[in-house]
């Protein structure tokens, strides 16, 4: 089965979200149960930081729960929308410091959350190649299937965004 937005040949996740390294969590607003139903992923009090890179009315989190909202394509990024990504990973980074729980979510938690998520890896030592792995792992063979984010993470968020600011 697949689902019915914009990539028909990407599958739903079988989970609304993953923890992809010790508080770090990745997901989306939808996922499919084992029964192959397609359910809505709705965030209430589980985490302590969420950020939503797609922002779908009715799906959390609840009043209370701080919530960054930066809406980005899954495509090509300007600058101000990478420098906006090096701003979320910076604040889960210091969430995670901090102890907190944090979501980082998009539409089906593969492409833009994973581009968030691989950055704050990297930011805690990783090398991309090791994000990048990691995420798969831990969420979906699916996760970062956008190979321009897996270029803007080989090259590094910063450079890409200078690249991208000269392209404009």
């Given amino acids: 089965m697949r689902t019915s937005g914009k990539r028909p040949d990407v599958p739903a996740p079988d989970s609304p979200w993953n923890e992809i390294a010790p508080g770090l969590w ?42 960054h909202v930066w809406p980005i394509p899954d ?35 593969y492409n833009r959350s994973g581009l968030v998520v691989a950055q704050v890896l990297i ?19 699916w996760a970062l299937h956008n190979e321009r984010f897996v270029e803007y993470l080989r090259a590094g968020l910063s450079t890409a965004r200078l690249l991208e600011e000269l392209a404009e």
């Fill in 123 to 141: 930011r805690q030592g990783r090398s991309a190649e090791e994000a990048i792995r990691l995420v798969r792992a831990r969420r979906s063979p």
């Fill in 26 to 67: 990745m997901g989306g607003h939808e996922f499919r149960r084992g029964s192959g139903r397609l359910e809505s992923a709705v965030v209430r009090k589980e985490f302590d930081l969420v950020q939503t890179l797609l922002r779908l009315p009715g799906h959390g989190p609840d009043p209370g729960v701080e919530h």
């Fill in 75 to 109: 495509g090509p990024l300007d600058g101000t929308q990478l420098a906006g990504v090096m701003r979320l990973a910076e604040a889960a980074d210091a969430a995670l410091g901090a102890g907190r729980k944090v979501l980082v979510r998009c539409y089906h938690g």
